[in-house]
């Protein structure tokens, strides 16, 4: 395939214009953290593709939260993004009660807003609502606890970097990084609206540059609207798949010397309008055959899926480089002067219950609200939902924009929840699979509350939206706030950060909705779902131009005592006869070439018995001066640690690789291996195990 392409050239030496001489007049002060959030590497379900034979056996890369804190007087704002699928009002309740053990009622629910860069290859089971555990096998807190003291870590981070700071933004367009997955949908908006782009998805990197005092980079902030699916259903090992490999591009650019995830300048990349955006720019093709396929009109062999790969040879490779071109294009907009950001911070955060709010139906062609009332929900999921889209499974091999009822799927069903006729009349033309809104056994399915937020600092607007919003639903939620934001005099810059504050699946355009994709069947607050998000972003942004305070709204009722959970609990770990842990079972070659994938065996035990935030399973180490020093660890691209069950003759034991791409360092190296093993009385004991040394040449 072609190789990836960015607008311009991007400039090979790193100029940051304007820093020297942002020295005065500093007008908010920000802070900038991150931390180390990786959770139970082994056993449990991924959360994204809903695959319940997807469960974790290892790290190619760690989980980081990166966390931003905004303030100006007393306006105080903290955004993070999390490499995770999505948040919801469990984790961010439990991270802001941590906050106000330490801060007081400095961070609230009302100014905390969390995100998910929506990776499908970590583990799951952390979120409160039924369904999204159905494929972890129920609530894993362990999980829960993971990604909770990573984020709030994060954040204290971030507070403790609260320095004097400058604000610039800047934009550039990144292309072939992106394919819109259902470009049928699209085509149904109104082509008066669709001739205002040039793209069916949204090629815009829109970045906020944050500059100390004394001139030197805080942070960046940056906005990409792709799927981080480039790691597909077959991957079993952590990764913050394309936008994590950004993340960690930039700041190891930004940081020279410093070790992958302990930047002190950090590289924030927050998901964007992704919901119908793909990064597997192939295209989907017959898994068996080759021929293309969309699922709906041209579709595979029975029990043959219909999945999009690309633009790499395998998963890694295509992660590597859509996530290369989102690295660049930041990197060039880094490069451009931007424009300062200046005026009043403020942040509307607002629970809204979704089948009980209505709003007015918006013209996006007038570009205005119409007077026709419209209303939310209760949730619900239609048939495409099952069928998965070309990213993902099509699991129970339905075909997508099926708008008849299939009689098998309502027997199996109703069961768990019957809709309404009301239901049935509020989300024509969905047919609907799951009344999740009315299903509440052994709790609720899906969250009937949700936050909506925005954020305004001087014109520079962040929308939050719960969910992934299609392309076209993105752009008119950005219109709407641009519109107030403009009529009162700013010179507005909007952003979209999807999977904010809670998850309730997609947003698209009532228009999208019509012919039920994947993505309109899994708006499950109905056809006006985004009319209903206008409104409210109307309302927010002039409430946060004129300094009103907007309602805090119903705050959702705590589900974490109801969770349950049937995933087994972490067995003792044995050594194979004769051997201790962390012995090696597959020593390094004496001499290894430069760029050649050196593979060292260990006894192992389960990596759940301590996840190492902070830290590292793995070691890269070199000879240097006497003393071996650490040169790579989980979190570099170049090391992958897999752990494997193994049956032995009376008990089974684990086996622990590590894969490491040698570097052009010519010198001695080895690789250690960091474990913790459990006991039959629940005892947990640390071991450490080596390899022989190696010689790079
Ligand atoms: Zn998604």
Known sequence: MGTLLITKLVIATLVVPGLA?????????????????????????????????????????????????????DARAVLVTADIHSIDIGVRRQVVQNLQQRYGNLYSLRNVILTGTHTHSGPGGYLGNFLFGVSTLGFSRETFEAYVNGITRSIVNAHNQIVPARLFVS??????????????????NPAEERQRYNSNTDTELTQLRVVKADGSLHGVLNWFAVHTTSMNMTNRLISSDNLGYAAMRMEKELNPGRAAGKPSIVGGFFSASLGDVSPNI????????????????????????????????????????????????????????????????????????????SGYRYDPVQRKFTNERVHGCVPSLGYSFASGTFDGANALNMTQGTLVSNPLLDAITSIIGKPTPADVACHAPKPILLATGRANFPLPWHPKIVTLSLINIGGFAVIGVPGEPSTMAGRRMKDVVADVLKQNGFEPKVVVSSSANDYAHYVTTFEEYQVQRYEAASTIYGPHTLDIFLNKLKEFTIASVVGNIIPQGPEPTDL????????????????????????????????????????????????????????????????????????????????RFSVERVEGLFSSSIRATVTWRASNDRTLHRVAYNGAARGFLGNIVSFRGVSNPFMII
């Not at 990144?174 to 085509?187: C, G, I, K, T």
């Not at 041209?298 to 899926?305: T, Y």
């Open 171 to 188: 934009s550039t367009h990144v292309l072939n990084a992106q394919m819109n997955r259902s470009p049928f949908s699209y085509d149904q």
């Open 560 to 639: 974490l005592n109801q969770t349950i959970s049937l995933i087994p609990s972490v067995p003792a770990d044995n050594a194979p006869f004769g051997k201790n842990f962390g012995d090696v079972f597959q020593q390094p070659p004496e001499v290894v070439k430069a760029g050649e994938i050196v593979t060292v065996v260990f006894v192992g035990a389960n990596p759940r018995n301590d996840l190492r935030q902070e830290s590292s399973y793995v070691e890269v180490e070199k000879l240097e001066q006497g003393g071996w020093i650490t040169v790579a660890t989980d979190a570099n691209w170049d090391t």
């Open 282 to 357: 192939r295209g989907p093709r017959c898994e068996r055959s080759g021929q293309e396929c969309d699922n709906q009109f041209r579709i595979c062999d029975l029990f043959e899926l219909c999945f999009a790969q690309g633009p790499g040879e395998d998963m890694f490779e295509s992660t590597k480089k859509i996530g290369e071109a989102i690295f660049k294009g930041a990197m060039e907009a880094l490069s451009l002067p931007g424009k300062e950001v200046r005026g009043s911070l403020r942040v509307v955060n607002q629970f809204l219950d979704m089948p009980r709010e």
């Open 21 to 73: 001489k942002a020295g005065s007049g500093a007008e908010y002060q920000v802070g900038v953290g991150i931390a180390d959030m990786t959770g139970p590497c082994a056993d449990i379900g991924f959360m994204g593709y809903a695959d319940i034979g997807q469960k974790g056996g290892g790290i190619h890369l760690r989980q980081f939260s990166r966390a931003f804190i905004f303030v100006r007087g």
